[in-house]
């Protein structure tokens, strides 16, 4: 089998750098210095006594606050405060893990700050990063299951906005299946050898986690499934087609992302952006099999030969496409290739070029007043031409709003035989290249232009055009103009 074989991303990404090391830290039974008796202070106390830790809080005077949350005491079983009535001294620190202070000035924040350290304990000294070795991020709580998000600093509000955005993300319900997986895992992993068989399994109990709660029976048929993977034969792999969007990896769908995350293989197309490509799996290894105009590509035939191939040898592989799967993907062929085989096939969609286009120009396609109806069109055939068997009459109907694919090298043609088909040459038209990328450039104009246009946008890039009454009436044509070479 001749296969392409091309450099871009075939290796697991390399770690970019850091500006705080995310560490999380057992405190159960550990005690813990805060000196201070401000309510930022109960914050830190209360956040600590909730990891199991003995607070030590050294402060003649509590905030009411402060003295409510002692008085309530704490829900884990280890965690406890203990009230001294006085300003902390350096005996304080002696067999502390972690020291926590509120300080007035600069001078009593190095004081703090010096004294636990030549103790050996790590500190923090609230609102004072000079003298803080570590910082609490901004926490999302489904514990066992724990977020932290940090921006080292820089912008609380903007950790705070993410943290709400990830509660959003995580049901509820999160918090049973990882204390189930707990109560489970070792009994589990007794039974599965390491590797595949592992993974297989903890893949599917992370879909179940995402899609049910966890019931009275979920633990008995979680044990029995380990059991049966246990007895069974190696499992065939399977194969997820995946839509990666228009470019923007913020358009991704999750249940995308999650394919990614769960990848042996990642078959990508060359439309495929490297931010796409950046949320998957760290060790799944990462195959360039992309088709595009004007340059060397794997046949279909090659790319169905090897995921056939990686499937049988139990790999979970992901075929991810640019846009929509279905959309001018040739899934069709593909999925009939691995149901043949017996290959099981999940499709995950995503936004194809049109949606976004029509998001990007604040457009709607099918506005009212100038379109009952919109058709999505290739625009070049295996030969690299317009297709042979396209309608033009039909294409030319000013009450419909028509979206190319795939036809930069074709704009010229495609203009010519629209105008003979008896659209107007003043007919409302737009394109745009590389969609929702940094890189984006816009043209509008009219129909009888649209081939001088392409030519001097250039076609390294992928493009979308669109052409109907709607590019006129929904945007305006300064804001869509580029200055062309």
Known sequence: MDVLQQPRNDAPARMAPLAKLPVFWALEGQRVVVAGGSDATAWKAELLAACGAQVHVYSDELSDTFQKLISRGTDHPQGCFVHHDALWTTGAFT?????????????????????????????????????CQFQFGSIVNRSPVVVSISTDGAAPILAQAIRRKIETLLPLSLKGWAEMAQRVRERVNDRLAVGPQRRAFWERFVDRAFQTPADAESEAV????????????QEQGRV??????????ELLTLKAVRALQAADVILFDD???????????????????????????????????????????GKHVVRLKSGDPMIFGRAG???????????????VPGIT?????????????????????????????????????????????????????????????????????????????????????????????????????????????????????????????????????
């Open 222 to 233: 979680l044990l029995d499934e380990a059991a049966h993977v246990a007895t069974s034969a």
């Open 95 to 131: 067999g502390a893990t972690l020291a926590i202070g509120d300080c007035e000035d600069d001078a009593e924040a190095q004081a703090f700050f010096d004294a636990a350290r030549a103790a050996g304990v790590p500190v923090n000294v609230i609102d004072k990063p000079a003298f």
């Open 271 to 313: 439309l495929v952006s490297d931010e796409v490509l950046e949320l998957s799996r760290r060790e799944a290894k990462r195959m360039l099999v992309g088709k595009r105009g004007g340059r060397e590509s794997c046949r279909q035939e090659d790319i169905n030969s090897m995921m056939l191939t990686l499937a049988k040898a």
């Open 333 to 347: 062929e593909e999925i009939a290739c691995l149901e043949k085989a017996g290959i099981a096939v999940d499709v």
């Open 353 to 485: 070029a049109a949606s976004a286009m029509a998001s990007q120009l604040g457009i709607s396609l099918t506005h009212r007043d100038h379109a009952q109806s919109v058709r999505f069109v290739t625009g070049h055939s295996r030969k690299g031409t317009l297709p042979d068997n396209l309608e033009w009459t039909s294409l030319a109907d000013p009450k419909t709003t028509t979206i190319y694919y795939m036809a930069g090298r074709t704009a010229g043609e495609l203009a010519k035989r629209l105008v003979a088909a008896g659209l107007p040459p003043d007919t409302p038209t737009a394109i745009v290249q590389s969609l929702t990328r940094k890189d984006e450039r816009r043209w509008s104009g009219s129909l009888s232009k649209l081939g001088e246009a392409m030519c001097n946008i250039g076609f390294d890039q992928p493009v979308l055009i669109g052409v109907g009454a709607v590019f006129q009436s929904e945007t305006k044509a300064a804001d869509l103009q580029v200055a062309l070479p």
């Open 240 to 249: 997820t087609l995946a839509g990666a969007g228009p470019g923007n990896a």
